[in-house]
C-alpha cells in the first residue's frame, strides 16, 4: 500500500490502454489473473484469461478495428496490502458509422499482487450514458445503446 503500489497499479492501466490503442489481445490478456472474470459492456461474462484474450481478439478485429482508448485512473482503493480497487475513466474513439465518435465508460478493476506484480482478478465495464434529464438526451442515449447492442460481436450471455 505504498507510493509504489499505487504507481504499479497506474502502470496496469497504462498497459491496457497500450494493448487496446494496439488492437493486441495477447498484450490485454496479459494484465489478468489466469481465473479472472470480466465482464464487459452489455454485460456479458467471461471467465479466464483465455476468455478474455479470445474476446478482445473479435473486438479487436471488428466493431473497434482502428479504435483507441484514454485510460484516466480516477481513484485506487486498497481494500488489504495485496488487493487494491481501481477506478478508471474510459474515454473511445470510434470511427464505426452509427456510432458516435466518443464513447465514455467506467471500467472498475479488482487487482491482487501476485508474484509476477499486480494482476486484475475482475473488471467490470460499465457504459456513461448522456444525462436523459431531456427527452433527446434520452433518445441518443437509447440510440447509442441500440447501436452498441446491434453491432457488437459477443452479446450479454457469454460465460
Known sequence: ???????????????LE??????????WAEFFAEDADFIHILGGHFSGRIAIEQGHR???DTIY??????????????T???????????????????FPPVLHARPTL???????????VAFQNTMITPDSSSGQTARIATALNDAIAEHHPIKGMTS
Open 1 to 15: 500500500m505504498s507510493v509504489r503500489d499505487e504507481q504499479a497499479l497506474r502502470d496496469v492501466v497504462r498497459g
Open 18 to 27: 497500450t494493448a487496446w490503442n494496439r488492437g493486441d489481445s495477447v498484450a
Open 58 to 60: 473479435v473486438i479487436f
Open 65 to 78: 478495428k482502428g479504435s483507441t482508448n484514454k485510460y484516466t485512473v480516477n481513484k485506487v482503493r486498497f
Open 80 to 98: 488489504s496490502p495485496d488487493s487494491a480497487v481501481v477506478f478508471v475513466l474510459a474515454e473511445l474513439k470510434v470511427s464505426r458509422e452509427g
Open 110 to 120: 479488482v487487482t491482487q499482487r501476485t508474484p509476477d506484480g499486480w494482476k486484475i
